[in-house]
Each structure stands twice: as C-alpha cells, then as structure tokens.
C-alpha cells in the first residue's frame, strides 16, 4: 500500500505548508487559500494550482491567478499567504462582455405580415417576435458561453423551452448566462476532471452514499 502524501503545486512556489479549496457552482471564481513558506522572489501570479496526493488522480485548477498575498507572523514562523482564484476569474466584465437583442416582441404584427404585394396569410402566432431576433435559451446560452471563451460546454440538461427576452448592452456575459440559468432551475457548473463548464438542473444526478459522513 503506497504512502499517502500531499501533493500541491503552484507555479514559483518551494515550500508549501497547507491549501484549501472548496468548489461550489455559480459564475464566482473559488479561492484557494496557499499558505507557504517565505522565500527570496515573489511567486507566479498566473499558473496552474494542483492538488492531490501520491495515490488517487490530482486536480488541476488551469489559468488561476494570485488575487492577494500577504505575511503572516511571527508565531510559530513566518508565512505567506497566497489567496488563488480559479480560472471563472475570466469571466469578469474586464474581459467578457456582450451586445444583443434577442426575443424581441413585435406585438403589432409588422415584422410579421407578409409583403403587401404577396398574397399570404398573417403568421398566427399569438406570440410574435421580431424574426431575426429569435432564439432558443440553449442558443443565448451557447452565444453567452461563446463570448466568455469556453469550448466543449455541455447543455444537454437545459430545459429547451421558452423563448427569454434579453436586452444586453455591454453587460457582463458570466451575469446574463446566470441569469438565464436560475429562469430555468439551472446551474453553472465548472467540471474539474475536464476543465469544461456544464449547465446542470439543480436536482439531478447521482444520491449520496449510503453510511456516515
């Protein structure tokens, strides 16, 4: 039976005496909180923060950055204390933004109506949008994710119903997707065995194990 150590990793870092970090869902970054020893030079502020052991796979947090560092002390030594945020860091409105109307009502019927030297019926919808507003919530959400730069999403558990007015003007693309998440019972989920997000229904998925916590 192998030896179980710790094993934590942080760019520019020697001596490392404890991390924490709690994953929860959202468009928030999570911070780990790096405690380690001093040393002569400063360490990375972008990097990727691993954690594990010697026996199970680690997890790899990509593209954090150092949001804080500051000298605890001096009992029992000094330490510095690196505060991480995961990569959802990118999402702010420093980096993310988007510019859109979707599902724009045309209560009138202009956009609707057929041209006058067409003989056509109307479009009987008791809804009626403008037409090249149009879009699913699976579609803003996959413009939304888009913008924020992620690839591979996963949407499958969105419920696809429902066409959501959006009126978006420079407004920050991580708050209009949690926005459309919480209309339809969905959450933001960044999955760390893949570094990819989900949008998950709140809900689902596997029960918790049986016997003691």
Known sequence: MPTQKAVVVW???????SVRYTGTSGVTPNAAVLVTLPQPFPPDQYGNLVIGDTVHNPVTLTNCIVQSMRCEGPSPGFTWV???????????????VVNGMYNQPDPSGMFNRPPPDVQAPLIGNQFRWIPW?????????????????EVNYDLTQVPNVGRPAANWQADSAAQCLQRLCDSVGCRVCLQYDTDTVAICKQGDGADLPSGPA
């Open 11 to 17: 760019p520019g870092v020697l001596g490392i005496r």
């Open 82 to 96: 690196l505060e991480i945020l995961d990569r959802r860091h990118f999402w702010s409105p420093t980096y993310r």
């Open 133 to 149: 507003t149009v879009r699913t919530i699976r579609q803003m959400m996959a413009f939304l994710l888009d913008a924020m730069g």
